[in-house]
Protein backbone atom coordinates (compact mmCIF):
# COMPACT_ATOMS: atom_id res chain seq x y z
CA UNK A 1 0.00 0.00 0.00
CA UNK A 2 3.16 2.36 0.69
CA UNK A 3 4.58 1.68 -1.95
CA UNK A 4 1.08 2.43 -4.16
CA UNK A 5 1.17 5.79 -1.85
CA UNK A 6 4.40 6.47 -2.73
CA UNK A 7 4.13 6.02 -6.74
CA UNK A 8 0.33 7.75 -6.69
CA UNK A 9 1.82 10.86 -4.81
CA UNK A 10 4.98 11.26 -7.46
CA UNK A 11 2.38 10.41 -10.45
CA UNK A 12 0.07 13.86 -9.14
CA UNK A 13 3.11 15.24 -9.09
CA UNK A 14 4.38 15.02 -12.28
CA UNK A 15 1.04 15.77 -13.80
CA UNK A 16 1.32 19.06 -11.59
CA UNK A 17 4.49 19.77 -13.29
CA UNK A 18 3.35 19.32 -16.57
CA UNK A 19 0.72 21.05 -16.06
CA UNK A 20 2.61 23.56 -15.42
CA UNK A 21 4.83 23.00 -17.87
CA UNK A 22 2.40 23.49 -20.39
CA UNK A 23 0.83 26.68 -19.36
CA UNK A 24 4.68 28.05 -19.52
CA UNK A 25 5.03 26.69 -23.13
CA UNK A 26 1.96 29.15 -23.68
CA UNK A 27 3.36 32.24 -23.00
CA UNK A 28 6.87 31.29 -24.15
CA UNK A 29 7.78 31.88 -28.09
CA UNK A 30 7.28 28.71 -29.85
CA UNK A 31 11.13 27.26 -30.55
CA UNK A 32 11.78 25.56 -34.13
CA UNK A 33 11.91 21.71 -33.74
CA UNK A 34 13.47 21.39 -37.30
CA UNK A 35 16.76 21.83 -35.91
CA UNK A 36 19.31 21.74 -39.06
CA UNK A 37 22.26 20.98 -36.75
CA UNK A 38 23.46 17.63 -36.12
CA UNK A 39 24.45 18.17 -32.59
CA UNK A 40 21.69 19.74 -30.77
CA UNK A 41 23.01 19.79 -27.85
CA UNK A 42 22.78 17.18 -24.86
CA UNK A 43 20.89 16.36 -21.70
CA UNK A 44 21.99 15.21 -18.26
CA UNK A 45 19.40 13.07 -17.05
CA UNK A 46 18.75 12.07 -13.28
CA UNK A 47 16.03 9.02 -11.77
CA UNK A 48 14.19 10.66 -9.56
CA UNK A 49 11.70 7.07 -9.27
CA UNK A 50 14.90 5.19 -8.12
CA UNK A 51 15.75 7.37 -5.57
CA UNK A 52 12.11 7.62 -4.60
CA UNK A 53 11.40 4.50 -4.05
CA UNK A 54 15.27 3.50 -2.29
CA UNK A 55 13.99 6.06 0.01
CA UNK A 56 10.54 5.35 0.78
CA UNK A 57 10.10 1.74 0.07
CA UNK A 58 12.11 -0.31 3.00
CA UNK A 59 12.35 -3.35 1.16
CA UNK A 60 15.91 -3.75 1.06
CA UNK A 61 16.40 -2.70 -2.88
CA UNK A 62 18.19 0.85 -3.70
CA UNK A 63 19.03 2.47 -7.19
CA UNK A 64 20.99 5.25 -8.10
CA UNK A 65 21.16 5.95 -11.86
CA UNK A 66 22.11 8.98 -14.05
CA UNK A 67 22.68 9.35 -17.82
CA UNK A 68 23.59 11.73 -21.01
CA UNK A 69 21.43 11.80 -23.91
CA UNK A 70 22.99 13.37 -27.02
CA UNK A 71 20.48 15.43 -29.54
CA UNK A 72 21.41 14.50 -33.07
CA UNK A 73 18.89 16.34 -35.61
CA UNK A 74 16.10 16.21 -33.00
CA UNK A 75 15.32 12.71 -34.22
CA UNK A 76 17.67 10.41 -32.61
CA UNK A 77 19.30 10.55 -29.22
CA UNK A 78 22.43 8.20 -28.39
CA UNK A 79 22.19 7.39 -24.57
CA UNK A 80 24.64 6.10 -21.83
CA UNK A 81 23.05 5.55 -18.48
CA UNK A 82 24.98 4.76 -15.47
CA UNK A 83 23.94 3.73 -12.11
CA UNK A 84 24.48 2.14 -8.74
CA UNK A 85 21.82 -0.33 -6.80
CA UNK A 86 22.09 -2.93 -4.74
CA UNK A 87 19.68 -5.45 -2.56
CA UNK A 88 19.31 -7.27 0.75
CA UNK A 89 17.13 -9.53 1.14
CA UNK A 90 16.21 -12.35 3.54
CA UNK A 91 14.01 -14.96 1.68
CA UNK A 92 11.18 -16.93 3.52
CA UNK A 93 13.84 -19.44 4.16
CA UNK A 94 15.94 -17.20 5.76
CA UNK A 95 18.77 -17.63 3.18
CA UNK A 96 20.73 -14.02 3.19
CA UNK A 97 21.01 -12.01 -0.42
CA UNK A 98 23.23 -9.28 -0.75
CA UNK A 99 24.76 -7.44 -3.74
CA UNK A 100 25.98 -3.73 -4.72
CA UNK A 101 27.40 -3.29 -8.16
CA UNK A 102 27.68 -0.74 -11.11
CA UNK A 103 25.64 -0.91 -14.17
CA UNK A 104 25.31 0.52 -17.17
CA UNK A 105 23.68 0.58 -20.07
CA UNK A 106 24.33 1.73 -23.64
CA UNK A 107 21.59 2.71 -26.68
CA UNK A 108 19.35 5.60 -28.59
CA UNK A 109 15.74 6.96 -28.05
CA UNK A 110 14.03 7.97 -31.83
CA UNK A 111 11.88 10.56 -31.76
CA UNK A 112 7.95 9.46 -32.42
CA UNK A 113 6.63 12.82 -32.63
CA UNK A 114 5.60 13.52 -36.29
CA UNK A 115 5.82 17.53 -37.03
CA UNK A 116 2.88 18.89 -38.62
CA UNK A 117 2.89 22.03 -41.09
CA UNK A 118 0.24 24.12 -38.77
CA UNK A 119 0.96 23.08 -35.50
CA UNK A 120 3.95 25.00 -33.21
CA UNK A 121 7.55 23.76 -33.07
CA UNK A 122 8.25 22.35 -29.57
CA UNK A 123 11.20 20.28 -27.90
CA UNK A 124 8.69 18.15 -25.94
CA UNK A 125 9.53 14.29 -26.96
CA UNK A 126 7.89 11.21 -27.09
CA UNK A 127 10.76 8.75 -27.77
CA UNK A 128 11.22 5.08 -28.26
CA UNK A 129 14.31 3.47 -27.84
CA UNK A 130 16.29 0.24 -27.18
CA UNK A 131 19.08 -0.24 -24.49
CA UNK A 132 21.82 -2.96 -23.85
CA UNK A 133 22.40 -3.29 -20.16
CA UNK A 134 25.56 -4.89 -18.28
CA UNK A 135 26.70 -4.96 -15.18
CA UNK A 136 29.59 -7.21 -13.53
CA UNK A 137 29.03 -7.21 -9.91
CA UNK A 138 29.47 -9.75 -6.86
CA UNK A 139 27.26 -11.28 -4.56
CA UNK A 140 26.48 -13.34 -1.31
CA UNK A 141 24.09 -16.09 -1.06
CA UNK A 142 24.59 -17.18 2.88
CA UNK A 143 22.38 -19.15 5.49
CA UNK A 144 21.36 -21.44 3.07
CA UNK A 145 20.21 -24.75 5.47
CA UNK A 146 19.13 -27.94 4.13
CA UNK A 147 17.27 -30.06 6.23
CA UNK A 148 17.29 -33.71 6.35
CA UNK A 149 13.40 -34.58 7.05
CA UNK A 150 13.94 -37.98 6.67
CA UNK A 151 17.35 -39.39 8.05
CA UNK A 152 17.89 -36.00 10.49
CA UNK A 153 19.94 -33.67 10.35
CA UNK A 154 20.87 -30.32 8.99
CA UNK A 155 23.29 -28.66 6.69
CA UNK A 156 24.01 -24.96 6.73
CA UNK A 157 25.90 -23.85 3.11
CA UNK A 158 27.42 -20.51 2.56
CA UNK A 159 28.44 -18.83 -0.96
CA UNK A 160 30.37 -15.97 -0.29
CA UNK A 161 31.70 -13.38 -3.35
CA UNK A 162 29.71 -14.76 -5.99
CA UNK A 163 30.94 -12.99 -9.40
CA UNK A 164 29.45 -12.89 -12.43
CA UNK A 165 28.19 -10.22 -15.23
CA UNK A 166 24.76 -10.31 -16.66
CA UNK A 167 23.71 -8.45 -19.73
CA UNK A 168 20.45 -7.50 -20.67
CA UNK A 169 18.42 -5.72 -23.51
CA UNK A 170 15.64 -3.35 -22.94
CA UNK A 171 12.73 -1.51 -25.19
CA UNK A 172 12.32 2.02 -24.17
CA UNK A 173 9.20 4.63 -24.31
CA UNK A 174 8.85 7.45 -22.91
CA UNK A 175 8.15 11.52 -22.64
CA UNK A 176 10.05 14.55 -22.12
CA UNK A 177 8.42 18.24 -21.98
CA UNK A 178 10.28 21.32 -21.45
CA UNK A 179 9.36 22.69 -18.18
CA UNK A 180 11.07 26.15 -17.82
CA UNK A 181 13.95 26.72 -20.52
CA UNK A 182 16.51 23.62 -21.16
CA UNK A 183 15.25 22.05 -17.61
CA UNK A 184 13.11 18.62 -18.60
CA UNK A 185 10.70 16.63 -16.60
CA UNK A 186 9.86 13.24 -18.01
CA UNK A 187 8.77 9.62 -17.43
CA UNK A 188 9.98 6.36 -19.19
CA UNK A 189 8.71 2.64 -19.55
CA UNK A 190 10.82 0.07 -19.62
CA UNK A 191 10.28 -4.07 -20.70
CA UNK A 192 13.67 -5.80 -20.03
CA UNK A 193 14.83 -9.05 -21.37
CA UNK A 194 17.75 -11.05 -19.74
CA UNK A 195 20.25 -12.08 -22.52
CA UNK A 196 22.86 -13.93 -19.87
CA UNK A 197 20.54 -17.03 -18.81
CA UNK A 198 21.13 -18.47 -15.27
CA UNK A 199 23.12 -21.73 -16.01
CA UNK A 200 21.86 -25.16 -14.28
CA UNK A 201 23.99 -25.63 -11.42
CA UNK A 202 25.42 -22.48 -10.75
CA UNK A 203 24.53 -19.91 -7.91
CA UNK A 204 22.56 -17.71 -9.53
CA UNK A 205 21.64 -13.95 -8.03
CA UNK A 206 18.38 -12.89 -6.82
CA UNK A 207 18.74 -9.20 -8.15
CA UNK A 208 20.70 -7.70 -10.97
CA UNK A 209 22.00 -4.23 -10.48
CA UNK A 210 20.36 -2.26 -13.60
CA UNK A 211 17.80 -5.14 -14.35
CA UNK A 212 16.26 -5.49 -11.13
CA UNK A 213 15.01 -9.01 -9.73
CA UNK A 214 16.54 -11.55 -11.91
CA UNK A 215 13.38 -13.29 -14.44
CA UNK A 216 13.54 -14.14 -17.55
CA UNK A 217 11.68 -10.92 -18.27
CA UNK A 218 11.33 -7.86 -16.14
CA UNK A 219 10.18 -3.94 -16.18
CA UNK A 220 11.22 -0.13 -15.08
CA UNK A 221 10.40 2.93 -14.64
CA UNK A 222 12.28 6.48 -14.52
CA UNK A 223 11.20 9.66 -13.50
CA UNK A 224 13.72 12.13 -14.97
CA UNK A 225 14.88 15.57 -14.31
CA UNK A 226 16.91 16.96 -17.11
CA UNK A 227 19.21 20.07 -18.00
CA UNK A 228 19.96 20.41 -21.74
CA UNK A 229 23.11 21.63 -22.39
CA UNK A 230 24.62 23.44 -25.44
CA UNK A 231 21.03 23.70 -27.22
CA UNK A 232 20.57 25.67 -30.60
CA UNK A 233 20.08 29.21 -30.76
CA UNK A 234 15.89 29.99 -30.72
CA UNK A 235 14.90 31.68 -33.65
CA UNK A 236 12.72 33.82 -32.03
CA UNK A 237 12.04 36.44 -35.01
CA UNK A 238 11.70 33.88 -37.72
CA UNK A 239 9.31 31.73 -36.27
CA UNK A 240 6.73 34.14 -34.82
CA UNK A 241 6.54 35.99 -38.29
CA UNK A 242 5.69 32.19 -39.51
CA UNK A 243 2.80 31.85 -36.79
CA UNK A 244 1.55 35.24 -37.37
CA UNK A 245 1.31 34.72 -40.53
CA UNK A 246 -0.73 31.65 -40.19
CA UNK A 247 -3.21 33.14 -38.01
CA UNK A 248 -3.69 35.84 -40.90
CA UNK A 249 -4.30 33.04 -43.29
CA UNK A 250 -6.84 31.16 -40.96
CA UNK A 251 -9.00 34.71 -40.30
CA UNK A 252 -8.64 35.48 -43.42
CA UNK A 253 -10.42 32.25 -44.61
CA UNK B 1 -0.16 16.28 -24.73
CA UNK B 2 -3.21 16.02 -22.19
CA UNK B 3 -2.89 12.30 -23.09
CA UNK B 4 0.58 12.28 -22.12
CA UNK B 5 -0.67 13.10 -18.59
CA UNK B 6 -3.46 10.22 -18.85
CA UNK B 7 -0.22 7.71 -19.99
CA UNK B 8 1.71 8.69 -16.96
CA UNK B 9 -1.32 8.21 -14.31
CA UNK B 10 -2.32 4.64 -15.82
CA UNK B 11 1.56 3.21 -15.62
CA UNK B 12 2.34 4.27 -12.55
CA UNK B 13 -1.00 2.27 -11.53
CA UNK B 14 -0.28 -0.11 -13.48
CA UNK B 15 3.30 -0.40 -11.93
CA UNK B 16 2.07 -0.85 -8.56
CA UNK B 17 -0.33 -3.54 -9.28
CA UNK B 18 2.39 -5.11 -10.76
CA UNK B 19 4.99 -4.70 -8.07
CA UNK B 20 3.65 -7.48 -5.68
CA UNK B 21 5.76 -10.12 -6.07
CA UNK B 22 5.50 -13.88 -4.71
CA UNK B 23 8.79 -14.91 -2.67
CA UNK B 24 6.99 -18.22 -2.31
CA UNK B 25 8.94 -21.49 -3.66
CA UNK B 26 7.33 -23.09 -6.46
CA UNK B 27 9.49 -25.79 -7.76
CA UNK B 28 9.68 -29.05 -5.99
CA UNK B 29 12.22 -30.06 -3.76
CA UNK B 30 11.61 -33.61 -3.75
CA UNK B 31 14.84 -35.46 -4.12
CA UNK B 32 13.51 -39.50 -4.43
CA UNK B 33 15.33 -42.63 -5.53
CA UNK B 34 12.66 -44.87 -7.52
CA UNK B 35 13.35 -48.77 -7.55
CA UNK B 36 10.99 -50.47 -9.83
CA UNK B 37 10.50 -54.59 -9.02
CA UNK B 38 10.60 -56.70 -12.20
CA UNK B 39 9.95 -60.33 -12.25
CA UNK B 40 12.10 -62.31 -14.77
CA UNK B 41 11.56 -66.05 -15.74
CA UNK B 42 13.50 -67.31 -18.12
CA UNK B 43 11.82 -70.32 -19.03
CA UNK B 44 9.15 -68.10 -20.68
CA UNK B 45 8.46 -68.85 -24.67
CA UNK B 46 7.68 -65.15 -25.51
CA UNK B 47 11.03 -63.35 -24.89
CA UNK B 48 8.77 -60.33 -24.08
CA UNK B 49 7.54 -61.87 -20.91
CA UNK B 50 11.03 -62.90 -19.47
CA UNK B 51 10.94 -59.58 -17.65
CA UNK B 52 8.21 -57.90 -16.58
CA UNK B 53 7.09 -55.23 -13.60
CA UNK B 54 5.22 -56.95 -11.21
CA UNK B 55 3.39 -55.96 -8.33
CA UNK B 56 4.84 -56.94 -4.76
CA UNK B 57 2.03 -58.34 -2.55
CA UNK B 58 2.98 -56.55 1.07
CA UNK B 59 6.24 -54.81 1.06
CA UNK B 60 7.51 -52.74 4.27
CA UNK B 61 10.39 -50.51 3.99
CA UNK B 62 12.57 -48.23 6.77
CA UNK B 63 15.94 -47.02 6.53
CA UNK B 64 18.74 -48.39 8.67
CA UNK B 65 21.06 -46.06 10.69
CA UNK B 66 23.99 -46.40 12.18
CA UNK B 67 24.29 -46.03 16.24
CA UNK B 68 27.97 -44.46 16.86
CA UNK B 69 26.83 -45.92 20.16
CA UNK B 70 25.41 -49.04 20.43
CA UNK B 71 27.87 -49.60 17.29
CA UNK B 72 24.73 -51.17 15.53
CA UNK B 73 22.53 -50.28 12.33
CA UNK B 74 19.20 -49.47 13.62
CA UNK B 75 15.85 -48.69 11.82
CA UNK B 76 14.49 -45.07 11.48
CA UNK B 77 11.48 -44.55 13.04
CA UNK B 78 9.71 -43.09 10.28
CA UNK B 79 8.41 -46.55 8.15
CA UNK B 80 8.55 -45.51 4.16
CA UNK B 81 6.17 -48.22 2.92
CA UNK B 82 3.87 -50.04 5.37
CA UNK B 83 2.60 -53.71 4.20
CA UNK B 84 1.67 -52.12 0.75
CA UNK B 85 1.28 -53.59 -2.48
CA UNK B 86 3.48 -51.38 -4.94
CA UNK B 87 4.91 -52.09 -8.34
CA UNK B 88 7.34 -49.19 -7.25
CA UNK B 89 9.10 -47.62 -4.26
CA UNK B 90 10.36 -44.15 -3.84
CA UNK B 91 13.44 -43.77 -1.17
CA UNK B 92 15.20 -40.70 0.11
CA UNK B 93 18.60 -41.23 0.48
CA UNK B 94 20.91 -40.12 3.14
CA UNK B 95 22.20 -36.40 2.51
CA UNK B 96 24.68 -36.47 5.29
CA UNK B 97 26.29 -39.91 4.32
CA UNK B 98 27.63 -41.52 1.31
CA UNK B 99 26.16 -45.20 1.92
CA UNK B 100 22.08 -45.38 2.66
CA UNK B 101 21.39 -48.25 3.74
CA UNK B 102 16.92 -49.92 3.52
CA UNK B 103 15.44 -52.57 5.29
CA UNK B 104 12.98 -54.33 2.99
CA UNK B 105 10.55 -56.75 4.10
CA UNK B 106 8.32 -58.78 1.94
CA UNK B 107 6.18 -60.57 4.02
CA UNK B 108 8.23 -62.17 6.57
CA UNK B 109 11.46 -62.13 4.28
CA UNK B 110 13.87 -59.84 4.68
CA UNK B 111 16.39 -58.59 2.62
CA UNK B 112 18.57 -55.25 2.72
CA UNK B 113 19.91 -52.75 0.36
CA UNK B 114 23.13 -50.55 0.17
CA UNK B 115 22.93 -47.65 -1.73
CA UNK B 116 26.87 -46.31 -2.33
CA UNK B 117 26.13 -42.42 -3.81
CA UNK B 118 27.94 -39.35 -3.95
CA UNK B 119 25.72 -36.25 -2.93
CA UNK B 120 25.80 -32.74 -4.39
CA UNK B 121 25.04 -29.56 -3.52
CA UNK B 122 22.18 -28.23 -5.80
CA UNK B 123 21.78 -24.46 -5.30
CA UNK B 124 17.75 -23.36 -7.11
CA UNK B 125 16.98 -19.94 -6.23
CA UNK B 126 16.49 -17.60 -3.20
CA UNK B 127 12.54 -18.87 -2.88
CA UNK B 128 13.64 -22.41 -2.96
CA UNK B 129 17.14 -22.51 -1.40
CA UNK B 130 19.27 -25.57 -2.09
CA UNK B 131 18.37 -29.22 -2.72
CA UNK B 132 21.24 -32.07 -2.46
CA UNK B 133 20.78 -34.69 -5.78
CA UNK B 134 22.93 -37.52 -6.00
CA UNK B 135 24.43 -39.98 -7.88
CA UNK B 136 25.03 -43.82 -7.42
CA UNK B 137 27.67 -45.54 -7.71
CA UNK B 138 26.96 -48.75 -6.68
CA UNK B 139 23.68 -51.28 -5.44
CA UNK B 140 23.84 -54.23 -3.60
CA UNK B 141 21.67 -56.16 -1.46
CA UNK B 142 20.76 -59.30 0.02
CA UNK B 143 18.99 -62.26 -1.75
CA UNK B 144 16.61 -63.75 0.51
CA UNK B 145 13.58 -62.79 -1.86
CA UNK B 146 15.70 -60.20 -4.03
CA UNK B 147 17.61 -62.02 -6.50
CA UNK B 148 19.92 -59.02 -7.92
CA UNK B 149 19.09 -55.14 -8.48
CA UNK B 150 20.71 -53.35 -10.82
CA UNK B 151 21.14 -49.58 -11.58
CA UNK B 152 19.05 -47.94 -14.59
CA UNK B 153 19.56 -44.00 -13.99
CA UNK B 154 22.62 -43.14 -11.95
CA UNK B 155 21.47 -39.82 -11.33
CA UNK B 156 19.12 -39.00 -8.53
CA UNK B 157 17.29 -35.65 -8.52
CA UNK B 158 13.51 -33.95 -8.71
CA UNK B 159 12.50 -35.76 -11.56
CA UNK B 160 11.44 -39.25 -12.08
CA UNK B 161 13.23 -41.43 -13.41
CA UNK B 162 13.78 -45.13 -12.83
CA UNK B 163 17.32 -45.36 -11.10
CA UNK B 164 16.94 -48.85 -9.74
CA UNK B 165 15.43 -52.22 -11.16
CA UNK B 166 14.98 -54.61 -8.04
CA UNK B 167 14.83 -58.31 -10.06
CA UNK B 168 12.39 -61.54 -8.68
CA UNK B 169 13.58 -64.70 -10.32
CA UNK B 170 10.11 -66.89 -10.08
CA UNK B 171 11.80 -69.94 -11.50
CA UNK B 172 14.24 -69.56 -8.12
CA UNK B 173 17.41 -70.02 -10.48
CA UNK B 174 19.90 -67.82 -9.85
CA UNK B 175 20.36 -65.19 -13.18
CA UNK B 176 23.51 -63.99 -11.37
CA UNK B 177 25.04 -65.12 -8.30
CA UNK B 178 27.00 -62.04 -7.47
CA UNK B 179 24.85 -60.16 -5.92
CA UNK B 180 26.98 -57.26 -6.28
CA UNK B 181 25.97 -54.90 -9.39
CA UNK B 182 28.58 -51.86 -9.54
CA UNK B 183 28.45 -49.17 -12.28
CA UNK B 184 31.20 -50.75 -14.16
CA UNK B 185 29.39 -54.12 -14.40
CA UNK B 186 26.77 -52.10 -15.44
CA UNK B 187 27.89 -50.53 -18.17
CA UNK B 188 29.54 -53.90 -19.20
CA UNK B 189 26.39 -55.72 -18.92
CA UNK B 190 24.78 -52.72 -21.49
CA UNK B 191 27.28 -53.14 -24.16
Not at chain 1, 99 to 109: I, P, Q, S
Not at chain 2, 107 to 114: A, G, H, I, S
Not at chain 2, 133 to 140: M, S
Request: proline share 2%; with cysteine; net charge positive.
Amino acid sequence: MRSIFVYLISSILLCLSVSTAMAQKKKQIAIPADSTRWLNGFTVNVDVASLVTSTFINNGIYSSEAGIQLDLKHKFFPTIEVGVAGASKISNENINFKTNGLFERFGVDFNLRKKKPDSKPTNNLFTAGIRLGMSNFSYDVTNVTITDNYWGGSTIINYPTQNISKIWYEFVVGVQVEVINNFYLGWNLRIRNMISKDITGEVSPWYVPGFGKNVGSNYGFNYTLGYHFWPQKKIKKKTSVIIIQKKENQINK
Amino acid sequence: MKKYIFITLIFSIFLNISCVTDDTCIQTKYVKLTANFYVVNPNDSIIANRIKGFYVDSITVQGLKYDSITKLYQSVDSILYNNQKVNSINLPLNNNSTVTIFKLKFKNVVDTMRIYHSNINDYLSLECGCIITHAIDNVTTTNHYIDSARIKIYEVNTIDAENIRIYKDTSKIKINKVNTINAEHIRLFNK
